[in-house]
């Protein structure tokens, strides 16, 4: 689809904004919306205004993470229609059209639009806004990652206003437009769980059964280990290693690094102040996530280094375990399934030496370290492929939505509206 500009510009007054279809305006968003203060009724359920710009009914998404206070002070009645701004989170995207009737808490902005107002074109706006970062830039921030963008602060936001049979055919574009970006990624995304869970299967296989499919089996008496090949043993991991917290390091004397696989925060040792010994750390250790999010992570890292005590530290002696295959031995124990969560997640050294794992021989295990190398390369290449294909789609989506609110792209005439019922009213300007 060749998508052209508009024949006619002009300049909107507006530094951010630019230029404008010469037929749009500039005006702020109180000419297009009223804000609402209804009452609920006890039959009301929760809206939830999440940060992809759904607004639904919260059973519709999730349930768990949510408190919900008793008396429900200040809530307000929320109608199929509204636009809904959440005012703590419109920073990250948190507004759209709500597809349901229900209530919500004092912290929204519910707006009904004015008669002929398509309101999810003002959301896709108001998103686009969002998502730039413009947002977060007039609002007044009470939290980390997080404004208070109130109706007084939004009300006054300019937004594009083209003439209200494009809106929707705008709107029309969009939801064609994005409806195939957003089934790309929803396939890239189920691709890369696919592929994940093949990886898994394969590692999994690897370290617990060998490589030799025709190796005679016996019994292991673990039960999430089942039958290993014969010429195994099992032993408890503290006969080959022991295991120490890691040291309590501020986050105001070293700055913490962490990366999508390097998921315990680690720091180089050398020339690091402040702590002896620091020629005598070794050389690697397999580091252990212990408590909340990153409790049973699992890594091996290679070179000298601090580890918080967010981390256990695995010392091993490779008489017993090749490191890199112990490494792919306790991912696959999914040590986190054993974490005591009565409070958060937390896992104790005792526990993780307490574990019995299947113990081949040194060169066996090498040998299923390097298969599972070469076996899983081609795999971690497709899950980078589809990652950053699904970043380039989500890159396209936004630069998608960003022409078409600001008019930078002509959609006129390209999709039919769901809908032309549009009521003419004059809309003043500021």
């Known amino acids: 689809m060749s998508l052209k500009p508009y024949p006619e510009y002009k300049d909107s007054g507006f530094d951010w904004l630019g230029s404008l279809p010469s037929s749009w305006k500039a005006l702020r968003l109180k000419f297009g919306f009223d804000l609402q203060k209804r009452p609920i009724s006890s039959d009301m359920e929760i809206v939830t205004a999440f940060r992809d710009g759904e607004v639904t009914l919260r059973k519709n998404r999730r349930l768990e993470g949510y408190t919900e206070g008793d008396k429900q002070i200040g809530y307000q009645g929320i109608e199929p229609g509204d636009l809904v701004i959440h005012a703590m989170d419109a920073f990250a995207g948190a507004i759209g059209v709500s597809d349901s009737r229900g209530k919500s808490t004092p912290v929204y902005n519910v707006c009904r639009p004015k008669p ?62 994005l409806s195939d970006i957003d089934a790309f990624i929803a396939d890239q995304e189920e691709l890369i769980t696919l592929l994940a869970e093949r990886r898994t299967a394969t590692v999994t296989r690897a370290v617990t059964k060998g490589l030799d499919t025709d190796a005679p089996m016996k019994e292991s008496g673990i039960e999430w280990l089942g039958d290993i090949p014969a010429a ?124 019995r794992l299947p113990h081949p021989p040194i060169e066996v295990q090498r040998s299923i370290a390097s298969y599972v190398r070469h076996e899983t390369a081609e795999i971690d290449a497709a899950i980078a492929d589809a990652r950053e294909a699904i970043t380039l789609s989500k890159e396209r989506r936004a630069a998608v939505i960003s022409a078409a609110v600001t008019g930078k792209i002509d959609v006129r005439g390209l999709v039919a509206p769901a809908t032309n019922n549009v009521e003419a009213e004059s809309v003043g300007i500021a």
Request: aromatic share 10%; hydrophobic share 45%; charged share 20%.
């Open 116 to 177: 002929g107002v398509q309101a999810r074109f003002f959301a896709f706006a108001l998103r686009h806004l969002a998502l730039t970062g413009y947002i977060e830039s007039l609002s007044k921030g009470i939290r980390e990652r997080s404004t208070d963008f109130r109706w007084a602060d939004a009300k006054n936001v300019i937004v594009p206003f083209p003439p209200q049979s494009e809106q929707h055919e705008i709107v029309a574009f969009l939801d064609d437009e």
């Open 232 to 355: 195994w043993s099992v032993i408890k991991l503290g006969w080959a290693a022991r295991c120490s917290s890691g040291l309590s390091i501020s986050n105001g004397d070293f700055e913490l690094t962490t990366s999508e696989d390097l998921v315990i925060p680690v720091i180089g040792g050398n020339g690091v102040t402040g702590y002896t010994n620091v020629s005598n750390i070794d050389t690697y250790r397999i580091v252990i996530g212990r408590v909340g999010a990153l409790c049973g992570n699992v890594h091996l890292v290679q070179e000298p280094a601090w580890v918080t005590d967010n981390a256990l530290r695995l010392i091993l002696d490779e008489k017993f375990f090749d490191k890199d295959y112990l490494v792919l031995l306790l991912r696959a124990r999914k040590l986190n399934d054993l974490a005591d969560k009565t409070a958060q997640p937390l896992i104790t050294g005792s526990l993780v030496t307490a574990q």
